[in-house]
């Protein structure tokens, strides 16, 4: 598509225009490279949708092409961010490079640039949404296994930094501030992995209980009933009643019912109740082993309440940041949400410790 320069641009562009053009045809050719070497790793619909991003920057690439003309001058290299999710793409091709490019759509600078078109700034804004799009089915292939891992991990550190801090705290030796975090890992991990498992089951005993039985089917020969009534079924999926009618005019002729399932919100899908339970306690005891590490290599005190207050805080920032990132949300915003809940918590039962120590004392 052959796009031409926009009146408000210069007949004689600067040096600082040049640049600015030059690094953006650099970063849509690699931004079109992202989105081929996502491509490659699918198949399938996700793969056109993919393939056909990666054309559309192609036309934003041209654009900047035909600004430059004969001064396009040397190859640039893409910006670091759009470098760094071509890595990721070529190496990986997750759910976390989608929510990144997602990010990166979103931040597009030509809607305050008057050197972009503004179809070429509306198409930024679309693919941002496309990019959800593919990515919220990741998440929610995730979603089970993966809030189970990031709540058990949190858990794990908010509830054991605490544990430790609040018995150090007291004054007890060291050896009792190690039994009581091992014993708060132990107690902890079995106690999440065993809620999982009942909640994740029971979760998916309800939602099979909404889904219309097929066997429902055989019976549709034999009804006694008229259109009317047999459109009470879908009225009550949640049909309009001219909808639920016509619905029913043709299940009368076609005998099926398989197409039209009970609404399900597929976000609160999740994986098997032993996966979740797994996934639970193993990360649950990853987390609680942070603030444990400082006693059991000997450290006691102040010493090693500020190595494990500093330990537990940058795996605090690690998962607030990777909830961030898959969230598509600001990482750093989340990351240090994460850090002040945890620092909250543990501040808390630090100072009931003192206090208790203080009585007993």
Known sequence: MSVTRPPSSPSAPSSSDLRRWRQYLA?????ASVYRDLAGRRSGEERAILLALADAEGRHEQHWFDLLGDQVGKPRRGDFRTRSLGFLARRFGSVFVLALAQRAEARSP????????PAMAADERIHAEVVRGLAARGR???????????FG??????????????ISASGVPNHVVLLAGI????AGALSMGAGEYVSVRSQRELLEASTPDPESNSALPHLDVDANELALV???RGMTPGDAAARAAEVLQDHSLADQEAPVDRHEAVGS??????????????????????YLLGLEGIAALLVAAVLVGLALLGTGAVVGLLSGGPPLRRAL??????????????????LFGTSTG
């Open 27 to 31: 970063d849509e050719k690699a931004e």
């Open 110 to 117: 030509y809607d305050s640039d008057t050197d972009a078109t």
């Open 140 to 150: 929610n292939r995730l979603s089970g296994t993966f809030r189970a891992a990031v």
């Open 153 to 166: 991990a949190n858990d794990g550190l908010v509830s054991n930094l605490a544990l430790v801090i609040g």
């Open 183 to 186: 014993a708060g890992l132990l």
């Open 234 to 236: 879908y009225r009550a």
């Open 273 to 294: 109740g032993f996966g979740a339970a797994i996934s639970s306690f193993c990360f649950f005891a990853s987390g609680a082993v942070i603030p444990v590490l400082p």
């Open 337 to 354: 949400r994460q850090l002040g809940i945890g620092y909250g918590a543990a501040a808390v039962t630090y100072l009931l410790g003192l």
